[in-house]
């Protein structure tokens, strides 16, 4: 149930929040994809990359964990990506049973530019703001920053 703070403001209690956050998010997060059909990668490959570089490199299983796949979905995946110039697979030294994935250059060009067309859609938005807005967001953002860190 919605209150009315006394300043005027609608105030919700956390389950309400909760709901309009996750809604809003996933609905941004989908408006932006939009933007990765120029990559000229699938999304589960893009967010597969994405792991590879940024957590890379990783055990095949790590990769599956991470992005909540089967093994041997990962396995095609990435047998894929490897024959787009992708990733790269290495056997340990160590352990020949284990696997790394990590993102060849190629792969890091095609990541980081879907990232920038993402980024420069989301800042064309937030230009249009007036500053009392931006600085709200700047503040929520450190709050969901702080969320997704306790995870």
């Known amino acids: 149930m919605r209150k009315t703070a006394p300043e005027g403001r609608s105030t919700a209690g956390p389950a309400v929040i909760a709901d309009r956050l996750h809604s809003a998010a996933i609905h941004l997060l989908r408006r932006l994809r939009k933007e ?20 890379g490199p990783v055990t095949m299983g790590q990769l599956a964990a991470a992005e ?20 790269e697979r290495d056997r340990d030294s160590e352990d020949g049973r284990v696997v790394w994935i990590r993102a060849t ?5 095609i ?41």
């Open 36 to 55: 990765d059909d120029r990559a000229g990668i699938s999304a589960a490959r893009l967010s597969a990359l994405s792991v590879a570089l940024f957590a």
């Open 68 to 87: 909540q796949v089967a093994a041997p979905t990962m396995t095609r995946l990435i047998a894929g990506m490897e024959r787009e110039g992708l990733v």
């Open 105 to 109: 250059a190629k792969g890091t060009r």
């Open 111 to 151: 990541l980081y530019a879907a990232r920038a067309r993402r980024l420069a859609t989301l800042t064309s938005d937030l230009e249009a703001l007036d500053p009392a807005e931006l600085r709200l967001l700047a503040a929520a953002a450190r709050v969901v920053e702080r969320l997704g860190s306790e995870g």
